[in-house]
Every structure is written in C-alpha cells, then in structure tokens.
C-alpha cells in the first residue's frame, strides 16, 4: 500500500513537471520544473530498487544536463520575452512540421512494423532481439545495465547524445545577435546606464 501512495505522488511530481514545462512561457522556470520530473522519476526508480538508474537521473540529468540548459539560457539571453511571430530563420516552421512528421511516421513505422511480439518480444528497429531474459544476479545491475545499453540500445544511445547536441547548438543559433546594436559593454571604470 505504501508503494502505491508513493508512485502516485511521485506521478503527480511527474505530471505537474511535464506541465510546467509546456506550460511555462519563462525558460528557467520551464527547465526547473524540469528538474522537479526527473526528481519524480528518480522517485519511481527507487521503487523499483534501480538505485543506481536514480542515482544516473539525479546526477546526470537534473545536476549537468539542465544546469547545461540554463546556462545557454542564461547565458545567450533567451529567458526575455520575444515576439513570436517573427521568424528568425525562414522556413523553420515548415521545416519543424516535416521533420516532426518524419520523426512520427518513424516511431510508429517502428512500433508496428517490427514484428508480432510474443514471448521473445518484437525486433526493434535495431534489429536485435527484445531482453526478455530474467535478469542475472550474479552480475551487478550495472554491468547489466551497460551491456543492454551499449549493445542492443546503442542507436538510442548515439541519437540522444546527438539530439543534445544538435538542442545546445540550435539555441545558440537562434539568439545569435545579429547586428550587436544593442549590446551594451561597459567601459572600464563607467556603468552602463
């Protein structure tokens, strides 16, 4: 009983992160509520007795990888208001509607052509058989981890690195200042006014 009243308030933690990312025209407060879902999330792995998978999503994703989100935000400025109907780049918004019908027909290609399932599961779109074996005790859950990581997922693996990549990139191009006229850089000994 008390597994369940903790995954439901960790789902709640969840649920009311998510939405305060979405939902939040401010940039900080949308990636510190952020960081709220992955505490809820590490919350769920502990339930599951995956302390080192909530030990990764504490550190990992809440500490560097949202502290790496506010620092460009911070950083570059974006946490001001814009106005959002002008369009730095033309086409972007064609472009994003395209690429995200692709990313969709990928992932639903993915889910329904990969196979019937069954007991020894349905080949991803890697190819590789699903990990339906119970786990080994003999192996520390770590070494398990890795192995089903860097064999079987390795795909999802190299394409997450490089959607971060790709995420820290596109911001700083998208609030490059162009002209620079309105930076303001104080002289030594002289405060901007």
């Known amino acids: 009983m008390v597994d369940v009243i903790v995954f439901v308030i960790a789902a ?3 649920l009311g992160g998510a939405f305060g990312v979405v939902l939040n025209s401010n940039p900080v407060r949308a990636a510190l509520s ?3 879902s992955f505490f809820g999330v590490a919350v769920v ?3 599951q007795e995956a302390h080192f998978l909530a030990l990764v999503q504490i550190v990992v994703y809440a500490g560097a990888i949202v502290v790496l989100f506010l620092f460009v935000i911070m950083l ?3 946490d001001r208001a814009e106005d959002l109907s002008v369009e730095p780049l033309a086409g972007q918004r064609a472009a994003g509607v395209a690429v995200g019908a692709l990313v969709l027909a990928l992932v639903l290609g993915g889910l329904f052509l990969s196979g019937p399932g069954g007991d020894e599961g349905a080949v991803a779109l890697t190819g590789q058989q699903a990990a339906t074996q119970p786990l080994d005790r003999n192996e520390s859950d770590v070494d398990q ?3 089903d990581l860097f064999t079987r997922n390795v795909l999802a693996f190299e394409a997450t690195a490089l959607l971060l990549t790709i995420a820290t990139v596109g911001a700083v191009v998208l609030v490059k200042n162009q002209g620079a006229e309105d930076l303001v850089v104080d002289e030594p000994g002289e405060a901007a006014s």
């Open 145 to 147: 981890l890795a192995n």
């Open 34 to 36: 952020l960081i709220g």
């Open 12 to 14: 709640a933690i969840i």
């Open 76 to 78: 570059l400025g974006v």
């Open 45 to 47: 792995f502990i339930l």
